[in-house]
């Protein structure tokens, strides 16, 4: 194995964890936002191997102090976040309130976007059965979802996908977990077989002329 900061020849104990532990927390400190993992390898010339033990190490100190701070696991990407069980008071900090949280239909058009995407506007209204055009603007004022594309179709109309931040704020490390731990939802599965019915049908009827 190619040597690094942690496997240099005569050394008795080069693996200083406590040493990366803290370079790491300055980094994404630092950084805002979560960072890639090659590039946290980069940065502090260590394999991926060497990363993966120095994020567990810091994990388990994380928990076993008890402190107001996560590590949030985004796939390939590292940030921090902060505890759950501390959300009322940075509501309280933020002035937020229970207004301000986002409607049955914001909830509604979130996870359809989640489950479905890359999805239309009009691909959300279909499975909906109203107009989604203020609900979307608003998800994405929110830093929910962002436009990731464009479909090729007539008009190339715009794609949405979900963001880090949706990931961050329903605790997710991933958009496979999301699905792993919920069901697709219901409304979903009966647009999904309404339409693949309706294709058969179309694909029937051609064959018949």
């Given amino acids: 194995m190619e040597d690094n900061l942690f496997t240099i020849s005569g050394v008795d ?3 200083d964890t406590e040493k ?3 370079a790491l927390e300055s980094i994404l400190f630092a950084a805002g936002d979560a960072v890639k993992k090659k590039d946290l390898m980069r940065i502090m010339d260590v394999t991926a191997s060497d990363l993966e033990d120095i994020i567990g190490s810091y994990e388990e100190e994380l928990k076993n102090r008890n402190r107001g701070i996560r590590l949030l696991l985004l796939e390939n990407r590292i940030q921090l976040g902060t505890k759950e069980s501390n959300t009322p008071y940075l509501k309280e900090l933020l002035g ?3 207004r301000q949280s986002l409607s049955k239909g914001a909830l509604e058009c979130l996870s359809i976007v989640a489950f479905k995407q890359p999805v239309t506007r009009v691909e959300v209204d279909e499975i909906r059965g109203v107009n989604s055009d203020y609900v979307i603007q608003k998800l994405q004022e ?3 979802i962002k436009v990731i594309g464009r479909k090729e179709a007539p008009g190339r109309p715009k794609l949405y996908g979900t963001t880090d931040e949706f990931l961050i704020q329903f605790g997710f490390s991933s958009l496979n977990e999301m699905k792993e731990e919920n069901p697709i939802p219901e409304r979903i599965i009966e647009k999904d077989e309404k339409k693949k019915a309706m294709e058969i049908e179309d694909i ?3 064959e018949e002329e």
């Fill in 13 to 15: 104990d080069p693996f």
């Fill in 20 to 22: 990366y532990i803290s």
């Fill in 96 to 98: 937020v309130n229970e």
């Fill in 142 to 144: 929110k830093g929910l």
């Fill in 204 to 206: 029937e009827l051609f």
